[in-house]
């Protein structure tokens, strides 16, 4: 045991040295090692080095391209909102003009449909009659306000909704209740307000050809019924001329409607066109003998044809109407018209004689006093004479007479046509 010990301790020293140069030799290969990779390092950056820098370069260039493209991607996009917004714009400009032109054409639409209405003397209903008033707004919403939004367009990038307040919006929360939630402004956009106005303005014009096509029906109408009346008098409507007209003359130029032209304006020029022609027949019925010769209700003593002469007793031919009236009572002409005669007139008496025109010719006898003299025009209100007995009469009462070139005619023709014309006018 001893001698283990002992040559342990002989044999320690040994050892530790051999540890020693052992930790030694791992130390310098690992010194070794290091050097060999770092030289390898070394080595194989200088040989590398020139690809790396060109991969980072291209990197580089690379990621600097995708910002450009980026660039611009958003340079066209600015470039394409400004063109659109700059379309748009021209477009809302040229809609306000095409608007604003719509609105003048529309106004003097309405002042000529106003003045037929007025020429025409039809009390025409409905909306049509309400633009041809004038009583129907030209836009609900004012061109104006579309050129403010035009111009606030103008001055702003990006055009900003300017609000509309709705009719009513304030009526909506009763005084004597709880208020209600305020209802958000509806934002109208300027495209949208031109829309709302163009649409307005569509109203208007198509009332206006409601309007129009009204009046060119009641002036027919007005037209058929003077020529019915005219007809039932015994006249033709076709050959009438107008007493009553000065000289007038010039070549004949027939009218044309193009049937190109807008609903409107064919439509204006057939109404101008009727509108002559029953102008021309007003006055020429205006002349005819359509009236009553005395006030009241026809109340006749003796009709027009055979009847049994008063005085011998015998048949006899009546060539007028005897009218039942007071002593004194005034006489009036049935039309307007020209005094050719006025004097006593033998089995007449005391007569005046009108000339109407178109070989029409009334006769108002046995009259107490006369009123009027040769040349005289004269019209429905004009007093001719008094109601009296001169002449071949047995007492007061007028003699009305109505003569067509020169031949006796029953006057109560005209009186019926006469009627029936009251009756159409007094019809709303």
Not at 174 to 185: C, L, M, N, Q, Y
Not at 201 to 228: V, W, Y
Not at 371 to 391: H, I, K, M, N, Q
Not at 403 to 412: F, K, W, Y
């Amino acid at each position: 045991m001893r001698g283990h010990h002992l040559i342990t301790r002989l044999l320690k020293p040994g050892l530790c040295q051999l540890a020693a140069r052992r930790e030694t030799v791992l130390a310098v290969a690992a010194a070794f090692v290091l050097l060999a990779v770092w030289a390898a390092v070394t080595a194989w950056y200088f040989l590398f080095q020139d690809d790396i820098a060109t991969r980072l370069i291209a990197r580089q260039s690379e990621m600097q391209q995708n910002y450009e493209h980026k660039l611009a991607e958003l340079r066209a996009q600015l470039d394409r909102a400004a063109s659109q917004r700059l379309v748009e714009q021209n477009g809302l400009e040229g809609r306000l003009a095409e608007i604003s032109a719509r609105q003048s054409q529309l106004e003097t639409r309405q002042g000529i449909l106003a003045k037929l209405s007025n020429e025409v003397g039809i009390a025409a209903t409905g909306t049509g009659a309400d633009a041809a008033r004038g009583d129907v707004p030209l836009a609900q919403a004012p061109p104006r306000a579309a050129a403010a939004a035009t111009d606030e367009a103008r001055r702003k990038p990006t055009p900003e909704p300017f609000g509309l307040r709705l009719r009513g919006a304030e009526s909506d929360q009763s005084p004597a209740g709880p208020p209600s939630t305020p209802r958000p402004e509806t934002r109208v956009l300027p495209a949208e307000r031109l829309t709302q106005i163009q649409r307005s303005l569509n109203a208007i014009e198509g009332a206006q050809l409601q309007t129009l096509h009204a009046l060119l029906r009641a002036t027919e109408a007005q037209m058929s019924g003077l020529r019915d009346a005219v007809g039932e008098a015994g006249l033709n409507p076709d050959v009438l001329d107008n007493p009553a007209r000065g000289g007038v003359g010039g070549p004949f130029v027939p009218l044309v409607i193009d049937p190109g032209a807008g609903s409107f304006d064919s439509m204006l020029r057939r109404l101008r066109a009727s509108h002559a022609q029953l102008g021309l027949l007003r006055r020429t019925a205006a002349a005819l003998p359509f009236g009553r010769p005395v006030p009241g209700d026809i109340d006749l003593t003796s009709g027009y044809g055979y009847r049994i002469d008063p005085f011998t007793r015998a048949p006899a031919m009546h060539t007028g109407i005897d009218f039942r009236a007071d002593y004194g009572a005034p006489v009036r002409a049935a039309g307007t018209g020209q005094v050719v005669s006025a004097e006593y007139a033998g089995g007449y008496g005391n007569m005046v004689e009108v000339d109407h025109g178109n070989g029409v010719i009334t006769r108002y006898a046995h009259l107490s006093s006369i009123r009027a003299a040769v040349g005289d025009t004269v019209d429905s209100a004009t007093v001719l004479g008094r109601v009296g007995s001169t002449g071949r009469s047995t007492g007061a009462h007028l003699h009305y007479e109505t003569r067509v070139d020169g031949e006796p005619v029953d006057p109560q023709r005209f009186l019926r046509a006469g009627s029936r014309l009251a009756v159409m006018q007094s019809d709303p």
